[in-house]
Nanobody
Framework: QVQLVESGGGAVQPGESLRLSCVAS????????MNWYRQGPGEDRLLVAH???????DYEDSVKGRFTISKDHAKNTVYLQMNNLTPEDTAVYYC?????????????WGQGTQVTVSA
C-alpha cells in the first residue's frame, strides 16, 4: 500500500520560510518523479516543482529562485524549501509520485498540507 505523508505546513508572515516534507512508503522511491503541487482557494491544482529519478529539477515560473525541491533516497523523502513567501503562495500543497511502466501509469497523492501566508 502506497502512502505519501506531507508535513511542514503552517501559517507564516510574508518573507518568511517553510520546509515541506513528504515521506513515501510502499513504492520504489528512486523510480518515481516526485512532484509538489499546490491548490489555492478557487484555483486549479498547479505543479510548482518536480524532481526526476536522475535528479533533474524544474519549477513553475512564479517560484523560481524562491523554492527548492530536493530528495533523500535514504529516507524516501522529498522536500520543498520555500523562502520569501508571499500571500500568493497560500494554498494546500500536495506531494505526488508518478511513474510510467509497461503501458501503465502509477500516480499517487498525499493528503495535502496547508500553507497560509498573511501579515
Amino acid at each position: 500500500q502506497v502512502q505519501l505523508v506531507e508535513s511542514g505546513g503552517g501559517a507564516v508572515q510574508p518573507g518568511e520560510s517553510l520546509r515541506l516534507s513528504c515521506v513515501a512508503s510502499g513504492l520504489t522511491f528512486s523510480e518515481y518523479v516526485m512532484n509538489w503541487y499546490r491548490q489555492g482557494p478557487g484555483e486549479d491544482r498547479l505543479l510548482v516543482a518536480h524532481i526526476t529519478p536522475d535528479g533533474t529539477l524544474d519549477y513553475e515560473d512564479s517560484v523560481k529562485g524562491r523554492f527548492t525541491i530536493s530528495k533523500d533516497h535514504a529516507k524516501n523523502t522529498v522536500y520543498l524549501q520555500m523562502n520569501n513567501l508571499t500571500p500568493e503562495d497560500t494554498a494546500v500543497y500536495y506531494c505526488n509520485a508518478l511513474r510510467y511502466g509497461y503501458g501503465l501509469q502509477y500516480d499517487y497523492w498525499g493528503q495535502g498540507t496547508q500553507v497560509t501566508v498573511s501579515a
